[in-house]
């Protein structure tokens, strides 16, 4: 069942996962709060500014994420099927801080801070193969394109915050 609450993180749970996130490739690292099994997923994200997520889509009616912003801010991103920007949502504590992301929809994030953490909740047994689809329109994270396709993306939050 899924609680409302978020979890507490201590100062040096926040420090180590962005010392981590620092030091990945992909800029960002994952505290799973699950196990393995687990129908209800629950995980706190370290991000760093220019961490680059593949839009992608969750298949299944039950995989409604909900994103809790707990540090930072950041834009959630929507997308047509087509990739075209549909929506944003900013998130920016203390305003608007959790955002809905419904089964089947196109989305990815846009980092405002230089460090953001969240706290992220789906329903759905984690399964590789069935959790996501990314969308075949984005360049894949480890593609030259992407640094200029995040870059678009980042532009296009500017122009939606005005």
């Known amino acids: 069942m899924e609680t409302r609450s978020i979890p507490s993180l201590s100062l040096e749970q926040i420090n180590d996962g962005l010392s981590w996130a620092e030091q990945s490739v992909r800029g960002r690292h994952p505290m799973l709060l699950h196990s393995a099994g687990d129908e209800f997923n629950r995980v706190f994200n370290f991000i760093t500014k220019d961490s680059y997520m593949?839009?992608?889509?969750?298949?299944?009616?039950?995989?409604?994420?909900?994103?809790?912003?707990?540090?930072?801010?950041?834009?959630?991103?929507?997308?047509?099927?087509?990739?075209?920007?549909?929506?944003?949502?900013?998130?920016?504590?203390?305003?608007?801080?959790?955002?809905?992301?419904?089964?089947?929809?196109?989305?990815?994030?846009?980092?405002?801070?230089?460090?953001?953490?969240?706290?992220?909740?789906?329903?759905?047994?984690?399964?590789?193969?069935?959790?996501?689809?990314?969308a075949n329109w984005a360049p894949k994270e480890d593609a030259t394109e992407s640094a200029d396709y995040i870059r678009s993306l980042r532009q296009e939050v500017k122009k939606r915050m005005v």
């Open 54 to 134: 593949q839009p992608h889509l969750h298949p299944g009616d039950e995989k409604i994420e909900k994103i809790h912003l707990v540090r930072g801010e950041l834009a959630v991103l929507f997308f047509d099927d087509q990739g075209v920007v549909s929506d944003s949502v900013h998130l920016s504590l203390g305003r608007v801080e959790l955002v809905n992301v419904p089964a089947f929809a196109w989305h990815t994030y846009v980092m405002l801070t230089d460090h953001v953490v969240t706290y992220e909740t789906m329903m759905g047994v984690y399964k590789p193969e069935t959790w996501k689809k990314f």
